[in-house]
């Protein structure tokens, strides 16, 4: 898709899309967030609630859906991490979560709206960078001279108009992204050999004067001779070689000027222009490396080591890298459907309860994989065992008396349903008659209603029971001498 294509799209929709939105950063558009979040209000996308896959201080990474009025659907990940796809210089406050829901909601949007092809900005800094090259530190275009009296002015010489050019240039990436261009390597090689090394040079010395650090005085390349007007020939003086034998050794203990780094020595290579880029051999990797991933992380590892190499992409090989990734995905989503989850013990006590949602969660999960009276029991168990816990619970407002008589009425239903069962509210009301009928003074009544605190609880009644029972306590108390 053009750029052209998006503005027509945009405006199908009532978008507005400035000169400034979208921009190409090797033939490959890239739109601005602002401008796909208009997109999406125009489109009236419903978004899912997002699915959380890794939460760290320098990194996150969320699942993406969002529903056309249609019915259509997408889906996506973003991700950002600190130093690897997310870049935060100086001073400057890292914001992984609003970068990761940027990335994530923009390649949806991108989806949804049929902008195959196209990157937001959000993905990479050097897609806005090289926006900012593009827009405003690109080196002008040298002024035409005046032609005098109307004379057909002579073809400027093609070194001379380059190097004005890179004399233009105010930042050291800009010479060398004007150096990289095709249309500078096309001049360069249709150049003779002197003029074109003349212009590198020239560009070195750009480079140098705009703070790109000096080659050392003696330096030399690796390639070099040691002498250029003498490499290769044969000693031209006779006795030379004596001359040569009977020198002082070097002194081997002194550091060499050659043991430096050549500052200049990736330069002169990048100067020379990028080697053709193979999309086939770039995509039977892509495809290799997809299929040998076994685990989400890598595919996201995948992703990010390969995103710069898709910008050369066009829109049917990225679809082609796309189906690699998601086949690989659904590889690994499979697989994991396959995995049958790890028994939990249900009637197991958690270490600590989230909340009261969580309790309420944990104990009717408890009460519906009883069978058995002895599970029932189990039950029974772990509701006197977290006591405190409800305490805890009610004492911060995440459980009320009606969450509590809920829990009790689903445990009483679930022991009726079990054959054999005890039912504790009858048992505790008959062990409570009978020992009371035993006291014989208030003391003795006191002493047996607060020794079974823990029966009382255990037996899941109602507080409608549990005010019966005490009324029967105090009325036998009242009965007998202190």
Not at 46 to 66: N, T
């Amino acid at each position: 898709m053009t750029k052209d294509e998006i503005r027509k799209l945009f405006a199908t929709h009532g978008v507005d899309l400035s000169i400034k939105d979208v921009w190409e950063v090797q033939g490959t558009p890239v739109i601005k967030h602002a401008a796909l979040e208009r997109l999406a209000a125009a489109l009236r996308l419903q978004w899912s609630e997002p699915v959380v896959v890794r939460a760290d201080r320098d990194e996150a990474v969320m699942l993406v859906k969002a529903r056309r009025p249609d019915g259509i659907e997408e889906w996506s990940f973003g991700e950002a991490l600190i130093g690897v796809n997310y870049r935060v210089s100086g001073r400057q406050a890292a914001y992984v979560w609003a970068m990761c829901e940027k990335r994530g909601k923009d390649r949806v949007i991108i989806k949804l709206a049929g902008l195959h092809g196209a990157y937001s900005d959000e993905e990479s800094e050097s897609l806005k960078e090289a926006k900012a090259d593009a827009n405003d530190n690109a080196a002008p275009e040298p002024e035409e001279p005046p032609q005098a009296g109307g004379s057909q002015q002579a073809p400027a010489d093609p070194a001379e108009t380059l190097k004005q050019r890179i004399d233009a240039c105010a930042a050291i990436n800009i010479v060398t992204d004007l150096m990289l261009a095709p249309e500078t390597q096309a001049a360069l090689n249709a150049m003779a050999p002197g003029p074109r090394d003349e212009v590198r040079e020239h560009a070195k010395a750009r480079l140098v004067a705009l703070g790109w650090p000096a080659r050392p005085r003696g330096r030399r390349r690796p390639d070099e001779p040691d002498d250029p007007d003498t490499a290769g020939n044969l000693p031209a003086v006779q006795g030379a070689e004596e001359e040569v034998s009977s020198a002082p050794e070097p002194d081997t203990s002194a550091p060499h000027p050659s043991d430096e780094p050549d500052p200049f020595g990736d330069l002169d290579d990048s100067l020379d222009g990028p080697e053709p880029f193979d999309a086939g051999a770039f995509l039977r990797d892509a495809e290799r490396r997809f299929s040998e991933a076994r685990t989400f992380a890598e595919i996201d590892e995948i992703v990010d080591a390969t995103h710069e190499d898709s910008l050369r992409l066009d829109a049917v090989e990225i679809k082609i890298l796309d189906g690699y990734r998601d086949a690989a995905r659904e590889q690994l989503q499979g697989e994991v459907k396959k995995i049958e989850p790890a028994r939990v013990d249900p009637f197991a006590i958690p270490e600590k309860f989230k909340g009261g949602g969580h309790y309420q969660i944990w104990f009717r999960d408890a009460v519906t994989a009883a069978s058995t009276d002895a599970e029932i029991r189990k039950v029974h168990a772990i509701w006197n065992s977290t006591s405190d816990h409800r305490k805890d619970l009610v004492a911060v407002g995440q459980l009320v008396q009606v969450d509590i008589t809920g829990l009790t009425d689903a445990f009483k239903a679930k022991r009726a349903t079990i054959a054999g069962a005890v039912n504790q509210i009858d048992a505790y009301s008959a062990f409570l008659a009978e020992g009371l009928s035993k006291a014989t003074t208030g003391a003795e009544a006191d002493a047996f209603w607060r020794s079974t605190v823990a029966q009382r609880d255990g037996a899941g009644a109602s507080e409608e029971v549990r005010a019966q029972w005490k009324r029967s306590w105090l009325d036998r108390k009242a009965g007998l001498a202190a």
